[in-house]
């Protein structure tokens, strides 16, 4: 069955503090991996896509990396403005692109 | 650009009530979807729209209708609501003509229904 498992459900980092956040993925051959940014009360941001292993993306703090079972969003010095709820999201190969399957988030909060 | 719109932001209903839950997109993409995300899970597909006058389902389906009205628009019926439908709605589009092509797809700000 196609999964995706984001990790740490939670994570509390000091502003400047650099981390990574996980989402592994089982499905039968990778079409494309997506990364979104939600604030509270809002829709998810699309923050990148990813298309095969060693491929790399950045967006100001933010680097999304990709291997065959995962993908980590590397954040970088954050700051109190990059507290949200990041969702990462895959689409299997051999489907449709309304059959892509969301991980439940990782809640990162940035303290001063 | 507005991009993706929802209304209502906010709703309340008592058991066996209705409503349509309204979206709308001007970025003249051809698919629209419906999800709902609930607390700890994942956002979870509801109705999708490949194009205009197709409607499929998607993985939860039930207890829900949807139309699309035209290439713009695409709401989204409860019928008869059940407290197991209190969650966040949530309409998305993307680009796609083609069913197996990598689409980024779009979110609206999400409506927040609470079924009583």
């Known amino acids: 069955e196609d999964q995706v498992t984001q990790s740490p459900e939670a994570l509390r980092l000091q502003e400047g503090e650099s981390s990574s956040l996980n989402c592994s993925y089982t499905?039968?051959?990778?079409?494309?991996l997506f990364w979104y940014r939600q604030d509270p009360g809002k829709g998810p941001e699309f923050l990148f896509t990813?298309?095969?292993a060693g491929e790399e993306k950045e967006k100001e703090r933010l680097k999304a990396t990709l291997t065959k079972k995962e993908s980590f969003l590397h954040i970088t010095a954050p700051k109190p403005e990059d507290s949200a709820t990041y969702l990462c999201?895959?689409?299997?190969?051999?489907?449709?692109?309304?059959?892509?399957?969301f991980g439940s988030g990782t809640r990162l909060s940035i303290r001063p | 650009n507005a991009g993706v719109t929802q209304t209502p932001k906010f709703q309340v209903l008592k058991t066996g009530q209705s409503m349509t839950l309204q979206c709308a997109q001007d970025?003249?993409?051809?698919?629209m979807y419906w999800y709902r995300q609930d607390p700890g899970m994942g956002l979870r597909l509801i109705y999708y729209?490949?194009?205009?006058?197709?409607?499929d389902k998607g993985e939860v389906p039930n207890g829900y209708n949807v139309s699309r009205l035209n290439k713009r628009e695409f709401s989204l019926r409860l019928e008869s609501a059940a407290p197991s439908q209190t969650s966040v709605y949530f309409c998305?589009?993307?680009?796609?003509?083609?069913?197996?092509?990598?689409?980024?797809?779009?979110f609206g700000p999400g409506t927040r229904l609470l079924v009583l």
């Open positions: 998305a589009s993307s680009e796609s003509t083609s069913g197996h092509a990598v689409e980024t797809q779009y």
């Open positions: 499905v039968s051959g990778l079409r494309g």
């Open positions: 990813l298309y095969s």
């Open positions: 999201a895959v689409h299997p190969r051999y489907s449709s692109a309304s059959k892509i399957i």
């Open positions: 970025m003249n993409h051809n698919s």
């Open positions: 729209s490949a194009s205009e006058g197709t409607t």
